[in-house]
């Protein structure tokens, strides 16, 4: 298949704000051709991931494109993999030679393509859901069918092949203890009574502050992951030799991970978050200064057991999972009752609170693990609203912060896949510490600075405290934050799982239970 296929579905996919068109091209060129690349391409990464090609070096390439296209997707797959796996000494040299090579045999369209590509900027709307839709389209196959396989392969391209060879080939994947599964997620709940009367029989279990955490054991072989599926295993010494401590053989484990104060309380986010190679080693926001923490020692707290000894968890009701969980993980489950009363779910509620957490998620004892899912059946309920936010600009301040990047432009993520759509601005709660770190990220991050205002890629997610949602004809999404302020940046958040215009429409005076946040359980 010519490349030039996939760029002129990328433009078409662009041009429309209908998902409706967005899936039905996707599907048409799914169909025509199995390559995994493809769907690489079109969800915005080359299929070997990231392969190190700085920013500037690619947005300096000053190559004279081709009058015709010619560049094959295989062509541009194999040039993209032989750069990747350059290395040593000169190899600096020889990338940007490389670089130039592919780019003399691109068209004009297609450069532009291929660098939007590689500095992460081809957001044209075929985000994960949308190409989902558009695989199960392509290959005849239940959207439900699709998605399992999706959540469990960790992969896009893996889950197009197999589904344009059936739903047997869909149905094949499995959990396989090692490979990371997406984490379930929980839904904002209006109010603790309002989650226990929706949910019927439940959990009721602290929210930390922490970091999620997915482990695997087989056997000795420990691995560790991040809510993105990052590996940190070798960042995690102590967690590792805990889990390998566990009696049983094989075990899949949900949780969250802290580092604790001597008398037992959560140290501040950023703390625990330097352990995993955070952005904000430095910049603490309002919950001060990180300072050195690399010696400090993270603290486990499990909430679910996806595979135990062989046995495959996931489509269990959550009730049996934590048997499951009990017996293996002992002292280091979550926090939390299980079939409270009204008054004991508010009991566990402030003594989240008390212990310095920051609320409690209320989980429906039949519900199965939905992995990689927002629905109804985990609910969280923290006393004020949040939301993870991507930051896509930032003004220049004045008076004691002339000179630093200080008021955000906030964006919600477009359900349909689009760029972030702004909903706010704010200049609150940031420290001096945090506002020459936002200065130094936002600056490298530049692709525009015009009139004060600087335009950013939509990179870093920041949660941001408010007070709910107002009707605005200021901003394309008709809804404005009230009294926005910055809690911190969210190092271990992709822009891709920030909080979309929906969960921010659903904070609006009678809209109704909130949906679609990005916070973990």
Known sequence: MLFTEVVETSAAVGATRSRLAKVGALADLVRRTGTPAVVSFLVGVPSQGRIGAGWRTVLDLDVPPAAEPSLTVSDVDGALGDYAALGG??????????LRALFSRATAAEQDFLKRLLTGELRQGALEGVMLDAIAQAAEVPGEVVRRAFMLSGSLPATAVAALAGEAALAAFRLEVGRPVRPMLASPAESLPEALAELGETAVEHKLDGA??????????VRVFTRTLREVTSTVPELVDLVRGLPCDSVVLDGETLALTDDGRPRPFQETMSRFGALLDAAAGRRGSAGSTRDLLL????????HLDGRDLLDEPLRHRLDALRRVAGDHVIPGRVRPTADQAAAVLDEALAAGNEGVVVKALDSVYAAGRRGRAWQKVKPVHTLDLVVIGVEWGGGRRRGLLSNLHLGARDPDGGPPVMVGKTFKGLTDELLAWQTRELLAR???DEDGVVTVRPELVVEIELDGAQVS??????????????VRYRPDREPAGADTLD??????????????GAATP
């Not at 969960?503 to 679609?516: E, I």
């Open 212 to 221: 999620r955490i997915q482990v695997h054991r087989d056997g000795d072989v």
């Open 299 to 306: 603290s486990p707290f499990f909430f679910d057991c996806l």
């Open 446 to 448: 530049s692709t525009s």
């Open 503 to 516: 969960a921010v429409r659903a904070l609006l005076p009678g809209a109704g239970p909130a949906g679609g």
């Open 89 to 98: 000494k000169g190899s600096a040299a020889r990338r940007v030679e490389a």
């Open 473 to 486: 004809p200021r901003y394309p999404g008709g809804v404005a934050l009230r009294f926005a302020r910055v």
